[in-house]
């Protein structure tokens, strides 16, 4: 349950800012093109991606904040183990220190 009130708090502050990137983008471009969406989907993915690789060098980062930050990458993978993205970004972090 506890997870479940982290991810539905993570989501929230996203969807809220989601929200007001779109009010601020129709505002600013008008309403021909969808450009908030674009916006926060290329900006959004760039992001996630970015957060997912740094979180995933890092061994100390608790379950509950890669949950909060990273909800759809980290709810379906229990506490002691990692995504299939994870492990294949932290496999390769760890192939170029050793080179």
């Avoid at 021909?32 to 740094?54: E, K, Q, R």
């Amino acid at each position: 349950m506890r997870l479940f009130f982290i991810v539905f708090v993570g989501s929230g502050i996203g969807g809220a800012l989601r929200h007001l990137v779109g009010l601020v983008s129709l505002r600013l471009l008008g309403p021909s093109f969808p450009s908030g969406t674009l916006a926060i989907n290329v900006f959004g993915s760039a992001l996630m991606g970015l957060v997912i690789v740094v979180l995933s060098m890092r061994s100390g980062t608790s379950h509950e904040l890669r949950v909060f930050l990273t909800p759809a990458s980290s709810a379906a993978s229990p506490p002691g183990r990692r995504s299939a993205l994870t492990r294949t970004v932290s496999g390769n972090a760890a192939n170029r220190r050793q080179r």
